[in-house]
């Protein structure tokens, strides 16, 4: 089994900076890509971004790119650096990880977080 637990969620000013983290334990090794979802109230949960283990591939949603940073460090931690928050990036923020990579954006058979909110509102 893995373990996953987020960090680092707030309520925050639109233009503001937050970085999440998400540390990973257990079976780690069965994981080989690791990502962030978010759900906000009365939408489905939508993909973030993600990771592959190897940190030899990252992709993002359309709507975060330039602003979110994917990254991990070599403790099984994985982060989310968000600038210039906006009020729609308010949601609850999931990581998640799988063995594979497809599975991970169809949300098929990931393991899951407990979640963390981000609120941006003035």
């Known amino acids: 089994q893995v373990q996953l637990e987020e960090s680092g969620g707030g309520t925050v000013q639109p233009g503001s900076s937050l970085r999440l983290s998400c540390k990973a334990s257990g079976r780690t090794r069965l994981a080989y890509v690791m990502g962030w979802f978010r759900q906000a109230p009365g939408k489905d949960r939508e993909f973030v971004a993600s990771?592959?283990?190897?940190?030899?591939?990252i992709s993002y949603a359309d709507s975060v790119k330039d602003r979110f940073t994917i990254s991990r460090d070599d403790e099984n931690t994985m982060h989310l650096t968000m600038i210039n928050l906006k009020p729609e990036d308010t949601a609850v923020y999931y990581c998640?990880?799988?063995?594979?990579?497809?599975?991970?954006?169809?949300?098929?058979?990931?393991?899951w977080g407990q979640g963390t909110q981000v609120t941006v509102s003035s």
């Open positions: 990771i592959i283990w190897s940190r030899s591939s």
């Open positions: 998640a990880m799988n063995k594979i990579v497809a599975n991970l954006a169809r949300q098929a058979d990931n393991y």
